[in-house]
């Protein structure tokens, strides 16, 4: 195929309530969306960065720039680019995981669009609907974590995930616990605790949990390690994995026994289906992350939530989860706690024009033949 253009945009969509982490709070989903122009036709990605770097070393600005002024030269030269190709391609740019990734999925859809095969299908799903985890922001008291909890369970969800932070943990997750003493539990620290912690992650772990997910700093292996053999809990690691080889070595290190496959921070869904392999192949079962994603990049997740080492529940809400009005048509939850696998070629979805153009705060076009910056070998292009 070769790749025509690439049109980016900047799009707003505010949360239906805030969202509150150990590192933060989001009240807006403001993201960068990528409609790749092929000869096979036209695919979408979405970039899961934030507006600051918070989460990753990535941010929409920053994305964008790398984007429109790095990868978009060097996808838009070749007169003809196989998907196989891309990795390699994209390689000769270090880091930017989450831009890559953006790129690449744009790009895999518009080939399996043009294809007419499905996504799911591309990464070898194994299930037609995948059961729905529901990631608990941090509350502003017991009372109010116990009431959202409650609701949550009432909907139907198949696995409920606390956000904790030092102090704001062992008390309100012993509440859940004993109110409701069998459901399936998780706690994720997104790296907020250091060793001298110690205390309250050993209280955490006789708390029956599923999983204690990224309890410690994203670059420390070694401590995770020396962590995951005093706890019973599984350790899963998100913000450390950030690439296949993160992976290799945190199950190598015993870091972890579960891992979360975010496809976005990994470099894309090429990336996604390597990192499953590795980890299905080492015993190390996984589950599909999510970052309030609108409805591009949640029909991505759902794929990768249908996988067959993706044995956990995901962080795949519905989109009333998040959004009143999403950009793509909503995805429901059935009352089993399960959503369905698009089905359609590619991702499955498309953006509702109007409401694209509501949500848009920034457009811009870059054409095969115009795309000026830094190509990925470094020499300026243009
Ligand atoms: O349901 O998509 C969802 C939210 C899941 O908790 C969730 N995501 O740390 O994994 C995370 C967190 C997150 C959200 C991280 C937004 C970064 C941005």
New binding site residues.
């Given amino acids: 195929m070769r790749v025509l253009a690439l049109e980016l945009r900047l799009v707003r969509l505010p949360l239906v309530r805030p ?1 509150r ?1 150990s ?1 933060g709070e ?1 009240r807006d989903k403001t993201c960068v969306l990528v409609r790749a122009e092929t000869s096979a036709g036209e695919g979408w990605g979405e970039c ?1 960065a ?1 507006a600051v770097p ?2 990753s070393g990535e941010f929409n600005e920053g994305a964008w720039l790398v984007i429109r002024d790095v990868l978009a030269p060097s996808l838009l030269a070749p007169s003809s680019l196989e998907v196989e190709e891309l990795e390699d391609l994209l390689a000769r740019v270090r880091g930017n995981p989450m831009a890559k990734a953006t790129v690449v999925n744009a790009i895999l859809d518009a080939e399996l669009r043009g294809a007419g095969r499905s996504l799911a299908s591309f990464l070898g799903a194994v299930r037609e609907r995948v059961p729905c ?3 608990v ?1 941090i509350a502003p008291s017991e009372a109010a974590l116990l009431e959202e909890v409650e609701a949550h369970v009432a909907r139907g969800y198949r696995r409920i ?1 606390l ?1 904790i932070a030092p102090g704001l943990d062992v008390d309100r997750v012993r509440a859940v616990r004993q109110r409701w003493p069998e459901a399936p539990l998780s706690v ?1 620290a ?1 790296a907020a605790y250091d060793p001298d912690h110690v205390d309250a992650l050993r209280a955490l772990d006789e708390l029956d949990l599923l999983m204690i ?2 309890p410690l700093h994203h670059e420390d292996l070694v401590r995770h390690a020396r962590l995951q053999r005093e706890l019973r809990t599984p350790i899963c690691l ?2 450390s994995i950030r690439s296949v080889a993160d992976a290799e070595a945190a199950i190598e290190l015993g870091a972890c026994r579960i891992v ?1 496959v ?1 496809q976005g921070r990994v470099g894309g869904l090429l990336q996604a289906r390597r990192l499953h392999d590795v980890c299905r192949d080492a015993g190390v079962p996984v589950w599909c ?5 609108t409805g591009i990049g949640r029909a991505t997740n759902l794929a990768v939530a249908a996988m067959p080492n993706a044995t956990l529940p995901g ?3 519905p989109s009333d ?2 959004f009143v009005e999403d950009v793509t048509p909503p995805f429901a939850m059935a009352s089993d706690g399960t959503i369905a696998v698009p089905t359609g070629a590619g991702i499955g979805v498309e953006p509702v024009p109007e409401r694209l153009e509501a949500v848009t705060v920034r457009r811009e076009v870059v054409r095969r033949g115009t795309a000026s910056g830094v190509s990925a070998s470094g020499m300026t292009n243009g």
């Fill in positions: 969202f982490t590192f989001m899961v934030d918070d989460f985890g529901v990631s922001g995930k956000k994720d997104n997910e990224q998100d913000e979360n975010k992350g999510g970052m309030l994603e962080d795949t809400s989860r998040y």
